[in-house]
């Protein structure tokens, strides 16, 4: 067989998982994790870069998404951390906006009412947010507060007997445009706690302008949000939600989702640089046969495998209970740190046509520069990583 006749899927490694992590997993989980992967090559990939370059959003993957069955796979389902992580990472592999928009319904929507809603709330609630007959979104940074929002939120809900009246504006919220509910959290300036409501999107008082022109995520349909003297009733209040420390429940466990996103984005820069190395002939052979084109996948590879590891310690420590906000900001900080390097090298090897998204690369390379930036930027990681091995905090 001669090199051209190679075919990339039939190597060893195909998959990046050089350390077999996913050998950690139950058989259900593994074989569950291969049918997520195989529904994603089928239903989602083919249309990613269709989908980002119109930045519009393919509705009709919400009642596929919605049969696929994967919300809250941890609380509701059993299923491991671990496992949990793997698939988020495997959604990413395929498209991040979409990966996105589960990590918005399914982690920061979904997280809050399990977090933070009362029993009674949940069971309203959950069937149809579970069902994806519900579409939420999550209201938190705001268009002057981002990295201080927890002590700096302008959004304020004031009591008025059974109801409360909410005003202000948030900024950056994934899938508000056609959501059914979004989570607002806004500043009670009766006390001066941050306090979580949901509300109905339809809701008089409620606009969402959709975000235009951006290079990442577009798929995404982030939205400036603006309410106005919006009522919402005190049942719609968050009963576990009283301050920005409740709301800090909901983050610290969406953060490990982003990280794993950092992991999915490497392998997929990883898959796609590795077949066009095989497949791409310069000077008469392959550019996988050049000595400092193989240096540069095996550092993609090597980033993306220390990523996943780390990532796998956690989940561990997440199923254990013994996670802290400290190991999520740290993996947050380091994996996406990683993922620049790998999709900057994912996009070298490919050349001219790693900026054209028709390869893929280019929506890759550009998506990460999201992952980068938001649940807590790479500076605001470090700092607080750096504030539990010092104990002293250099912001406040």
Not at 67 to 79: A, F, I, T
Request: with cysteine.
């Amino acid at each position: 067989m001669g090199q051209r006749d190679i075919d990339p899927n039939d190597l060893p490694y195909a998959d990046g998982d050089f350390y077999a992590f996913e050998s950690l997993l139950s058989e259900a989980e593994r074989t569950r994790l291969r049918d997520v992967r195989d529904w994603l090559a089928k239903e989602v990939r083919p249309i990613a870069v269709d989908c980002w370059n119109r930045a519009e959003f393919p509705m009709e993957i919400i009642p596929k998404l919605a049969q696929l069955d994967m919300v809250s796979p941890v609380r509701r389902q059993g299923y491991s951390n671990l496992f949990a992580g793997l698939m988020h990472a495997e959604f990413t592999r395929a498209d991040t906006s979409i990966a996105t928009f589960m990590g918005v319904h399914d982690g920061l929507f979904t997280g809050s009412i399990e977090a933070l809603a009362s029993k009674e709330q949940q069971d309203a609630w959950l069937p149809d947010i579970y069902a994806m007959k519900k579409i939420g979104a999550f209201g938190l940074t705001e268009p002057l507060g981002g990295s201080d929002v927890a002590g700096g939120t302008r959004t304020t809900a004031q009591r008025d007997g059974d109801n409360w009246i909410l005003n202000g504006a948030k900024r950056w919220i994934g899938n508000a445009t056609f959501s059914d509910w979004v989570v607002i959290y806004a500043r009670d300036v009766a006390d001066n706690q941050v306090k979580g409501f949901l509300v109905d999107t339809s809701t008089p008082g409620y606009t969402a302008t959709k975000i235009e022109n951006k290079i990442s995520l577009r798929t995404v349909q982030n939205a400036d949000i603006t309410l106005k003297n919006l009522v919402v009733s005190d049942d719609f209040h968050l009963k576990g939600a009283n301050s920005f420390r409740d709301t800090n429940k909901v983050l610290k466990v969406t953060r490990l989702g982003v990280a794993w996103q950092a992991v999915g984005q490497q392998l997929a820069a990883f898959d796609v640089a590795r077949r066009y190395a095989v497949e791409r002939y310069q000077f008469g052979k392959p550019l996988a046969s050049f000595q400092l084109v193989q240096d540069q996948l095996v550092q993609i590879l090597g980033n993306a495998v220390a990523s996943m590891g780390m990532m796998v310690r956690l989940a561990q420590m997440e199923d254990a209970g013994q996670a802290k906000d400290e190991h999520s900001a740290l993996a947050k900080a380091f994996t996406t740190a990683r993922m620049r390097e790998s999709v900057a090298l994912g996009r070298g090897i490919l050349g001219g046509n790693g900026i054209v998204a028709d390869y893929e690369m280019a929506k890759i390379f550009a998506d990460a520069e999201a992952i980068y930036s938001y649940e807590g930027t790479h500076e605001i990681n470090s700092l607080v990583t750096g504030r539990a091995i010092t104990g002293l905090a250099a912001f406040v």
